[in-house]
T-cell receptor
Framework: EPEVTQTPSHQVTQMGQEVILRCVPI?????FYWYRQILGQKVEFLVS????????KSEIFDDQFSVERPDGSNFTLKIRSTKLEDSAMYFC??????????????FGPGTRLTVT | GESVGLHLPTLSVQEGDNSIINCAYS??????FIWYKQESGKGPQFIID?????DKRQGQRVTVLLNKTVKHLSLQIAATQPGDSAVYFC???????????FGKGTKLSVKP
C-alpha cells in the first residue's frame, strides 16, 4: 500500500539554525499539507500546497516558514531560524484530489523536531 | 476560540465493550467531518468520515453519528479491542483546499 514517508524521523537543532524537513507524498497525489503537533496537544494545520504554490496557510506559517516541491517527488518544509517553540512533531500529508466527497488525508509518520 | 473540540480527554473501557468518543464543533457551516486515530509515535490514521448531509455512516466496527442540531459528532467503536488503544481526533474541513481543523483528542485505553 502506498504511503507518505518523512525524513528524518528526529531532528535536533540549535536555536537560530535552519532546518529542512522532507516528505515524499504518495506518487499520484496532487495536494500536499504540513501540520505540526506540539507534544500532548492537537494537530495544527500549517500550509497546503497545490500546483506548485501555496494554496492556504495558517497564522502559524509566518515568514520563517517556507515550502517547496523541488523535483516533483519531494515536498519540503524549511524553517529559517528555529525557535524553542518550534519544537514539535511535523506531519506531512497528501490527498489525491480536493473538492470531491472525501478529504481523507494520508499522513506520514512525522519528524520530531527538537530545538535546543 | 477553536472550532472543534472534545468533551473528554480520556476514556477507559473493558475489552469487548463498545466505546463512544464525542466531539463538539462550533461552526454550523461545516460540511465535512473526519475521525483519525493516532497511536503513540505515529501519524494520524484515517478511520471514517461523514458529510453534513448525512446523520450516520458505518464502517468496519465503527460508526460516526452527526447531530447538526446540537453540533455534535461521535465515534462508536464496537467490541473494542486492545489494538484500539490510541488517541482519537475529530476534525473538520477548514478551507477550500481541504485542510483539516483538529480537535484536542481523546485517549482511549482498553483494559484486557
Amino acid at each position: 500500500e502506498p504511503e507518505v514517508t518523512q525524513t528524518p524521523s528526529h531532528q535536533v537543532t540549535q536555536m537560530g539554525q535552519e532546518v529542512i524537513l522532507r516528505c515524499v507524498p504518495i506518487s499520484n497525489h496532487l495536494y500536499f499539507y504540513w501540520y505540526r503537533q506540539i507534544l500532548g496537544q492537537k494537530v495544527e494545520f500549517l500550509v497546503s500546497f497545490y500546483n506548485n504554490e501555496i494554496s492556504e496557510k495558517s497564522e502559524i506559517f509566518d515568514d520563517q516558514f517556507s515550502v517547496e516541491r523541488p523535483d516533483g517527488s519531494n515536498f519540503t518544509l524549511k524553517i529559517r531560524s528555529t525557535k524553542l517553540e518550534d519544537s514539535a512533531m511535523y506531519f506531512c500529508a497528501s490527498i489525491l484530489a480536493s473538492g470531491y466527497w472525501t478529504y481523507e488525508q494520508y499522513f506520514g509518520p512525522g519528524t520530531r523536531l527538537t530545538v535546543t | 476560540g477553536e472550532s472543534v473540540g472534545l468533551h473528554l480527554p480520556t476514556l477507559s473501557v473493558q475489552e469487548g465493550d463498545n466505546s463512544i468518543i464525542n466531539c463538539a464543533y462550533s461552526n454550523s457551516a461545516s460540511d465535512y467531518f473526519i475521525w483519525y486515530k493516532q497511536e503513540s509515535g505515529k501519524g494520524p490514521q484515517f478511520i471514517i468520515d461523514i458529510r453534513s448531509n448525512m446523520d450516520k455512516r458505518q464502517g468496519q466496527r465503527v460508526t460516526v453519528l452527526l447531530n447538526k442540531t446540537v453540533k455534535h459528532l461521535s465515534l462508536q467503536i464496537a467490541a473494542t479491542q486492545p489494538g484500539d488503544s490510541a488517541v482519537y481526533f475529530c476534525a473538520e474541513k477548514g478551507g477550500s483546499q481541504g485542510n483539516l481543523i483538529f480537535g484536542k483528542g481523546t485517549k482511549l485505553s482498553v483494559k484486557p
